[in-house]
């Protein structure tokens, strides 16, 4: 069972040296700078932010579906891209390969697959 922060989407953080845990909430102002709108069940992603640092910022603070898409992005552009395909098995596994976002994003990958000529 997932804890209360992960469930809720807060980033734990323990000083160094403090016997004390922090939890910090991010903020949708912290977030917007990254995604400028949804479309359907995909996200229009500002040029300048898709990289694989932005997809990885997003899966650190939970936001799942807004990092997987960078990195779909990021496949679509190159799908031999390895730190992408990465990613997403890492979320693959912290979600379950049963997860409804990994379901879709697996129709996804198989798509991009076709369009990049790799089957």
């Not at 910090?24 to 996200?43: C, G, N, Q």
């Not at 500002?46 to 807004?66: D, M, P, T």
Request: contains cysteine; negative net charge; charged residues 30%.
């Amino acid at each position: 069972m997932k804890s209360s922060a992960a469930r809720s989407g807060s980033v734990s953080r323990n000083l160094e040296g403090s016997s004390h845990t922090f939890y910090i909430e991010p903020t949708d102002d912290d977030m917007s700078h990254l995604i400028t709108h949804e479309v359907d069940h995909t996200h229009q992603v500002e040029e300048h932010e898709l990289n694989i640092g932005s997809a990885r910022q997003l899966l650190q603070v939970f936001e799942y579906e807004k990092g997987i898409r960078i990195c779909l992005e990021l496949l679509k552009q190159d799908y031999d891209n390895s730190e992408a395909h990465e990613l997403i098995l890492e979320t693959f596994h912290t979600l379950g390969f049963r997860n409804e976002l990994v379901l879709r994003v697996k129709d996804d990958l198989r798509l991009i697959m076709i369009d990049s000529g790799k089957v």
